[in-house]
């Protein structure tokens, strides 16, 4: 059963590695749901929010061989239950539509989305929360059919490990 | 005002010659000429090599690495220089072999740009290599070489391209030699975990049947007496991968012989009957397995390994022992009880006998008809007390070449076993000849894969390189025949070859050359070959459609051998 997996990883700050773990997805034939890059709390070191769908055994491998990556200090994946995740998405809706339809109103706060601009022509909703709740709000959106441009950002992810996996390793690393 | 600076093309000859290169294969051209430059400089000491194709420079830097241990290097120029060398670069990283490849390229300002020559090698090389680099600037030279050498040799061996902007080269830089023996991202070798230790000790403790899968990682573990103390502690029959043929000399009681879809039939057969699976330093490549979905599965599997990423990858392994091979073996054995499993063993003996009598002695002393690649191999192997190098090129020469030479010394066996690159014989015996100057370094090869790196002929000519080339000619891509008498209903698709004549083409170089087309000027022509002082090429007109057997079909299971083909 392909299961909905966040993998995390972390690397130095080196030119060309993103690439080098993209192309394990692309080996292995798995598409990237979403992808997140962005510095870590550790100076000089990147963080990869990684989401995909597959099977354990391969997103298993999949961590493995990005580890393996000269570069890259730990990879590791995560169910959605092991991690506290999030996503920001923005839609841009005709405001002509919006006040010809008070269901599209009622549905931005039924989401808890905001209205962050307003003129004639469109109106801007932002909304954070989580990937099927971004689905759900865009689902019911554009059934009023409003949308005129939709985009989300990559899922970013905290893990709720109460122990620091990364900061351990370069603690054992620094002692060796 | 005076100045310690030097080039960038400088301080990469001082950090090879820092690194302990003593020999270079490369080939020059545009973006790499200040670095050829810096060489001339530097004759004395570092060995250059001039290969007539860029692909023969990675092949022979591989050769060299295979037999000697250490680091093979070659250089080129960018472009299409560097592209020569991605055959090798893909060879090298499924065979694990450690090679430093350097590329020049356009100069830093250029880049980006579809300057001449100019080619995204970093981009190119990125999945194929254990590490790749852009030097952009001189300064970075010194770090990088260092850096580079160090990833190539530890942990799993493998390559690592540079790609040296023209720039870099000709910038001025102060010189520190480096020594990077540490990446903090990078663990080549996984700590011991003495838990698995001591769970491997009690499989194999329990074990009433266990069999061992030795690969490549005995010879790069350079673990052999580790492994001879466990095996002969505990009596486990062992098996080699074709790139561990040498782990365990030949004669070994314990060894029983080749794993793998033409490897021998009893370690196969058995492989589906052991209780035990014990695999050191292999991958379980598809050749060796046959179908996934039936192999040992009777059995409990420990994997020893040193790169985690290999784990349950194709078989799942009850236990993983993580480390280097020559380390957890020593570990394990300390642990094991001494065993007798004769029973076992003897089981063996069994489809020893079936196939020698139905396989090997038709194959290695036929009494009549055409030549056959196995009696040649095998008395060339003799000739030289079985303690020379064979190097082979890949099809029916390679499999022939790999089932009937024999070995007695360590890191005997140079040939293309992942990628199956034809044409990688030739140079990589010549890297071979460098790499262990005392030995005798046999190349088999074919009339298809001579002819993909010929060129390198010139090679030999200029160093005088003492490759004993035995030509196994059948006028065919023999392999590809086998397959397509066996599969493709005889439909023989472009594999008949027409020959030129080898023997004027040695000639030409100035290499010894002779034919052998009698069994009775077989054994005269080999001491021929071998008392000559230099290069020889020796043909044999071998028998045209002679089949390498047994054989396990593609898919099919790993007890499931054709010895013969009606």
Redesign the interface.
């Known amino acids: 059963m392909d299961t909905l997996y966040t993998i995390i990883t972390y690397s130095e700050n080196f030119a060309g590695i993103l690439n080098q773990i993209t192309a394990v997805f692309t080996r292995r034939q798995v598409n990237i749901e979403s992808l997140n890059v962005c510095s870590s709390s550790t100076p000089g070191v990147h963080k990869y929010t990684i989401t995909c769908y597959c099977d354990e055994e391969t997103v298993h491998l999949i961590t493995k061989q990005i580890e393996k990556k000269i570069d890259v200090l730990q990879a590791r994946y995560y169910t959605s239950d092991q991690i506290f995740i999030q996503e920001v998405a923005l839609f841009k809706l005709s405001t002509p539509k919006m006040l010809e339809q008070p269901d599209i109103s009622l549905t931005i706060r039924q989401h808890s989305a905001k209205i962050v601009e307003v003129n004639e022509t469109y109106s801007i909703v932002n909304f954070t929360g989580l990937p099927e709740d971004i689905d759900s709000l865009y689902t019911s959106l554009n059934t009023l059919d409003c949308v005129v441009q939709f985009v989300r950002c990559g899922a970013i992810a905290i893990t709720k490990n109460r122990r620091e996996l990364l900061d351990e390793y370069l603690e054992k690393i620094n002692n060796l | 005002m005076p100045t310690n600076k030097i080039t960038g093309a400088e301080a990469l000859m001082r950090s090879l010659e820092h690194e302990g290169v003593t020999t270079l294969f490369g080939y020059p051209g545009g973006a790499i000429m200040p670095s050829y430059d810096a060489l001339y400089d530097h004759r004395d000491t570092i060995n250059h090599i001039l290969v007539r194709h860029e692909q023969g420079a990675v092949h022979a830097a591989q050769g060299y690495a295979r037999v000697s241990g250490k680091v093979g290097c070659a250089i080129v120029t960018s472009g299409p220089g560097a592209m020569n060398t991605v055959t090798g670069v893909a060879d090298a990283m499924i065979d694990s072999t450690p090679i430093v490849v350097i590329c020049g390229q356009v100069g830093a300002a250029f880049l980006g740009t579809d300057a001449f020559q100019e080619v995204d090698v ?2 190119v090389t ?2 194929i290599s ?2 790749n680099f852009q030097i952009r600037r001189a300064e970075d030279v010194a770090w990088a070489v260092s850096r580079a050498f160090y ?1 190539a040799r530890s942990g799993r061996p493998g390559p690592v391209v540079l790609d040296f902007t023209k720039n870099a080269q000709t910038d001025l830089t102060e010189y520190q030699p480096k020594h990077v023996d ?6 080549p070798t996984p700590q011991i975990d003495e838990a698995a230790i001591k769970a491997a000790a009690k499989l194999i403790n329990h074990s009433e049947r266990p069999f061992m899968l030795i690969g490549q990682g005995i010879e790069l573990g350079n673990a052999r007496q580790e492994l001879l103390a466990l095996i002969e502690k505990a009596n486990i029959p062992v098996g080699c991968t074709m790139l561990g043929l040498s782990a365990i000399p030949s004669d070994h009681p314990l060894n029983k012989g080749m794993l793998g879809m033409h490897g021998n039939l009893g370690p196969n057969v058995l492989t589906n009957q052991c209780d035990l699976l014990i695999a050191v330093g292999m991958r379980f490549d598809d050749r060796v397995t046959g179908n996934i979905a039936t192999y040992a599965r009777q059995a409990k599997i420990i994997h020893f390994e040193i ?3 290999e ?3 194709n078989v799942h392994a009850d236990l993983a022992v993580l480390g280097d091979c020559k380390e957890t073996l020593a570990a394990v054995t300390k642990y094991v009880q001494v065993a007798d499993n004769s029973e076992w063993i003897a089981r063996f003996g069994v489809y020893e006998k079936e196939e020698s009598l139905k396989v090997i002695e038709p194959a290695i002393h036929p009494t009549h008809g055409p030549l056959l690649m196995g009696e040649v191999v095998r008395r060339v192997s003799e000739l030289t007390h079985n303690e020379a190098v064979l190097v082979t090129d890949v099809g029916q020469n390679q499999l022939f070449g790999c089932r009937y030479f024999q070995f007695t010394q360590s890191r005997s066996v140079v040939t293309s076993g992942g990628c199956g690159t034809m044409g990688f014989g030739l140079p990589a015996a010549i890297g071979a000849t460098f790499g262990a100057p005392d030995r005798t370094v046999c190349l088999f090869v074919g009339d298809g894969g001579l002819q993909m790196t010929i060129q390198e002929l010139g090679t030999i000519m200029e160093q005088h390189s003492p490759v004993k080339i035995i030509l196994l000619n059948n006028n065919y891509l023999g392999n590809v025949r086998q397959w397509q008498y066996l599969f493709f209903r005889k439909r023989y698709s472009f594999t008949p070859m027409l020959n030129p004549d080898y023997e004027k083409i040695a000639e030409g170089y100035g290499i010894k050359a002779r034919t052998v087309v009698e069994r009775t000027d077989l054994d005269d022509a080999i001491r021929d070959m071998l008392q000559t002082d230099g290069p020889f090429l020796l043909q044999c007109a071998v028998m045209e459609e002679d089949n390498v057997l047994p054989m396990t079909p593609p898919g099919a299971n790993v007890d499931e051998m054709m010895l013969e083909i009606k």
């Open positions: 970093i981009g990125q999945p254990k590490w990833i540490f990446i903090r991202s990078y663990r790169d985690p990423s784990i349950n990858k």
